[in-house]
Structures are given as structure tokens and as C-alpha cells.
């Protein structure tokens, strides 16, 4: 019972152009969203978060999106630099408590110079 | 400098053995999450704990146990009931409160030989 899903396994983008992952999850219980960037053999970092209460988050050149009556959210990252070519995880709990944080399967972002 | 810190990095074990994968952290965090990532795959959560002396199974608890004997610490015992056990384990750590990111260590990589 995979409950969050990341349906694109890899993203390969111009250097400049936007990047968009996207997420989609099927527990309503989910009330707090993280995206997280992994390089291999390192363990990921937090990149940018959004709670329930909004539809919209922005820091720097990230930003996430999320629609919740359709369980769908997304990363935009303008303008895409080939640093920021590693995995990205899609990450999801009930925020009211410590509790499970669930990963997507992630997303392979490639992004050419 | 606080952080979490996973050692050994990288280990090697012979069949039919138990090993004893190391997390320990110095954020002052409640919790704290043993994740499993294979090749192609999302972080898959083994156990979690939210308090000294207490913890829950995550999806994969089966050949995996787990002490939470202090707060800073929370080693995960790889059984040699574990029938696959070669991947790369996460730690992570969560702080006070429900909307917060967890911070990750850097990850042990287990080789079963």
C-alpha cells in the first residue's frame, strides 16, 4: 500500500528551464508535506516543507505546490542549475504528532548545462 | 554542532550474523526513525520511537530490533533472520512539535558476504 507515490522515476531538464516533480498521496490523515534532496551514499537533506493549511510554500528558487482535494503536490524549482541534479524525495505525515513520516519512491532529476 | 552522527559508514557482514548499526544524536530530539533505501526504491521505515523506553514497528520491522535505553540514542540490531539485509540504513531524528522536518544521518551501508 504505497501512500505516497512519485510516478516519474527520473526528470531531465535544461540548465535555466524549470524543474517540476511532482507527488501524489492517498492518506487524508497527511497534513504535512516535505520535499528532501539525496545525493548517493549521503543521507537526504530538507529542502522545503507546506502544511495543509496552504496551498502554496516559496524559498528561493523552490517552491511547493499542493492541491489537496486532489492529493497532488509539486516541487517547482526555478532556474534549474546542474547542482541540484540528485534524487528527490516526496515525504508525508500527520502533523499532530511525531509519527510515521512516509517517502515516495523518489525522483531522479537530471539537469544538463 | 549538532547533528546526527550513523556509524560505522560502510559494514560488512557474514551470513547467519547479527550487527549492531549505531545513531546517535545531539539535537535534544523526541524521536527517532530507522528508514532502509534499495537500489531504485524510497526510504522504506523499519522502527520508530517517540519516546525514551517506546517504539513502533514501521513497514519492515520483521529481522530488525531496536533500544531506545536514552534519548540521544537508538541502534538498530540487523538479525540474521533479516533474509535480505544488503542496503544503505538511515537514521533520522525529529524534533518538538508535529510540523517539523526530520534531519537524517548519513546513512550505513550494510554488505551481507
Given at each position: 500500500?504505497?501512500?505516497?507515490?512519485?510516478?516519474?522515476p527520473?526528470l531531465?531538464?535544461q540548465?535555466?528551464?524549470?524543474?517540476?516533480?511532482?507527488?501524489d498521496?492517498?492518506n487524508?490523515?497527511?497534513?504535512y508535506f516535505l520535499?528532501y534532496?539525496?545525493?548517493?551514499?549521503?543521507g537526504?537533506t530538507?529542502?522545503?516543507?507546506?502544511?495543509s493549511?496552504?496551498?502554496?510554500?516559496?524559498?528561493?528558487?523552490?517552491?511547493?505546490?499542493?492541491?489537496?482535494?486532489a492529493?497532488?503536490?509539486?516541487?517547482?524549482?526555478?532556474?534549474?542549475?546542474?547542482?541540484?541534479?540528485?534524487?528527490?524525495?516526496c515525504a508525508?505525515?500527520?502533523g499532530?504528532?511525531?509519527?510515521k513520516?512516509t517517502?515516495g519512491q523518489?525522483t531522479?532529476?537530471?539537469?544538463?548545462? | 554542532?549538532?547533528?546526527i552522527?550513523?556509524?560505522?559508514?560502510?559494514?560488512?557482514?557474514?551470513?547467519?550474523?547479527?550487527?549492531?548499526?549505531s545513531?546517535?544524536?545531539n539535537?535534544?530530539?523526541d524521536?527517532?526513525?530507522?528508514y532502509?533505501q534499495?537500489?531504485?526504491?524510497?526510504?522504506r521505515?523499519i522502527?520508530?520511537?517517540q519516546?525514551v523506553n517506546?517504539?513502533?514497528k514501521?513497514?519492515?520491522a520483521e529481522?530488525?530490533?531496536?533500544s531506545r535505553?536514552?534519548?540521544?540514542?537508538?541502534p538498530?540490531t540487523?538479525?540474521?533472520?533479516?533474509?535480505n539485509p544488503?542496503a544503505?540504513?538511515?537514521?533520522a531524528?525529529?524534533g518538538?512539535?508535529g510540523?517539523?522536518?526530520?534531519?537524517?544521518?548519513q546513512?550505513?551501508?550494510?554488505?551481507?558476504v
Open positions: 500500500d504505497q501512500q505516497v507515490k512519485q510516478n516519474s527520473s531531465s531538464v540548465e535555466g528551464r524549470i524543474s517540476i516533480l511532482n507527488c498521496y492517498t487524508s490523515m497527511f497534513d520535499w534532496k539525496k545525493y548517493p551514499a549521503e537526504p530538507f529542502l522545503i516543507s507546506i502544511s493549511i496552504k496551498d502554496k510554500n516559496e524559498d528561493g528558487r523552490f517552491t511547493v505546490f499542493l492541491n489537496k482535494s492529493k497532488h503536490l509539486s516541487l517547482h524549482i526555478v532556474p534549474s542549475q546542474p547542482g541540484d541534479s540528485a534524487v528527490y524525495f508525508a505525515k500527520g499532530t504528532s511525531y509519527g513520516l517517502f523518489g531522479i532529476l537530471t539537469v544538463h548545462p | 554542532d549538532g547533528g552522527t550513523q556509524s560505522p559508514k560502510y559494514l560488512f557482514r557474514k551470513e547467519g550474523q547479527n550487527v549492531t548499526l545513531c546517535e544524536q539535537l535534544n530530539h524521536a527517532m526513525y530507522w532502509r534499495d537500489p531504485g526504491q524510497g526510504l521505515l522502527y520508530y520511537s519516546i517506546d517504539f513502533q514501521g513497514d519492515i529481522g530488525y530490533s531496536v535505553e536514552k534519548k540521544e540514542s537508538f538498530l540487523v538479525t540474521s533472520a533479516q533474509k544488503t544503505f540504513y538511515l537514521c531524528s525529529v518538538e512539535g510540523f517539523t522536518e526530520a534531519f537524517f544521518g546513512g550505513t551501508r550494510l554488505t551481507v
